[in-house]
């Protein structure tokens, strides 16, 4: 079992900004496609955004749209979230997701095979 380390998270007033980063131990090969997650106190976990291995295409929930960009640099397995114009609403576990082969479908947490454990983020209005 491979886990992800996240970093990042923190305390940030409405419409300021935040980059979570997220990284697998050292010599993980074999990464296809990684993703961010949420999940917000007495809510299901939910999906946020994903990066594939083809082209490096990305899927965005509608709500951080315009706002979230997820990146990658392959040479490090490293994925990041670039959190911009951030309201309450926003306030979450951020989760970090790899898969290890091609999945149809990147918005499903059943597509991920690997974890990280989680970063706070929480907006104040």
């Known amino acids: 079992q491979v886990q992800l380390t996240e970093s990042g998270g923190g305390l940030v007033q409405a419409g300021g900004s935040l980059r979570l980063s997220c990284a697998p131990p050292?010599?993980?090969?074999?990464?296809?496609?990684m993703g961010w997650f949420r999940q917000a106190p007495g809510k299901e976990r939910e999906f946020v955004a994903a990066?594939?291995?083809?082209?490096?295409?990305?899927y965005y929930t509608d709500s951080v749209k315009g706002r979230f960009t997820i990146s990658r640099d392959s040479a490090k397995n490293t994925v990041y979230l670039q959190m911009t114009s951030l309201n309450p609403e926003d306030t979450a576990v951020y989760y970090c997701?790899?898969?290890?082969?091609?999945?149809?479908?990147?918005?499903?947490?059943?597509?991920?095979?690997?974890w990280g454990q989680g970063t706070q983020v929480t907006v104040s209005a």
């Open positions: 997701a790899a898969t290890r082969v091609w999945r149809s479908n990147l918005y499903a947490i059943a597509s991920y095979d690997w």
């Open positions: 990066i594939s291995g083809i082209n490096d295409i990305t």
């Open positions: 050292s010599r993980t090969f074999n990464i296809y496609a």
